[in-house]
Structures are given as C-alpha cells and as structure tokens.
C-alpha cells in the first residue's frame, strides 16, 4: 500500500476574519498546482460548521516531495497570495494517510 501525505491548510474564524471561497477555488489552487513540483492532487472544504471558514488539502507521494515543494519557488508565490483572498493565519497540518 503507497502512503501520502496530506497538507492541511486551514483558516481560523475570528472576528471579522474574511476568506474568499471563490478566488482560493478559482485563482490560489491553480497557483499552487501549478508552481509546487509533487502536488499530486488538491481539495477545498467549504466549512459549515467549525473553527474555520475554509480548508485547503494538498497531496503528496511522500515528505521528501512535500519538502521539494515548499522549498519551491512556486511555494512563495503561494504565500505571497494568501492577503489576496483572507485576512486570517493559516494554520497548517501535516499527516499521514493510513
């Protein structure tokens, strides 16, 4: 059995934080598919209920893909995107999929 990575990125409720569902879906995901080597695959979670107003998942074949792909070029422009679409801090987690 091949085991992933899974990147969580995710953005905190609070008091006047904003997220703009559309432009991550349409505009920062591509952005990040496009210029960090190894995302194998991405998600969007549109919250309901929760502590944050949106989740972003990206996929890797493994810590070392992972650890390429934030070391990228591509993974700057991605955080020199984040004001474009939330006010908020991502808090991001790394697991593994069993």
């Known amino acids: 059995m091949t085991t992933m990575i899974r990147v969580s990125v995710m953005y905190p409720k609070g ?3 904003t997220f703009d569902l559309a432009y991550y879906k349409s505009t920062h995901m591509p952005i990040v598919e496009k210029g960090m080597p190894g995302v194998v695959r991405t998600e969007v979670d549109q919250a309901i209920d929760g502590p944050y107003l949106g989740v972003g998942h990206l996929y890797f074949e493994s810590m070392d893909a992972m650890g390429a792909a934030f070391g ?3 993974a700057g422009e991605a955080m020199a995107d984040i004001p474009n679409f939330t006010n908020t801090t991502p808090v ?3 697991a ?3």
Do not use: D, N, R
């Open 72 to 74: 990228s070029p591509g």
């Open 96 to 98: 593994e999929i069993l």
């Open 15 to 17: 008091e006047g934080a």
């Open 92 to 94: 991001m987690q790394v």
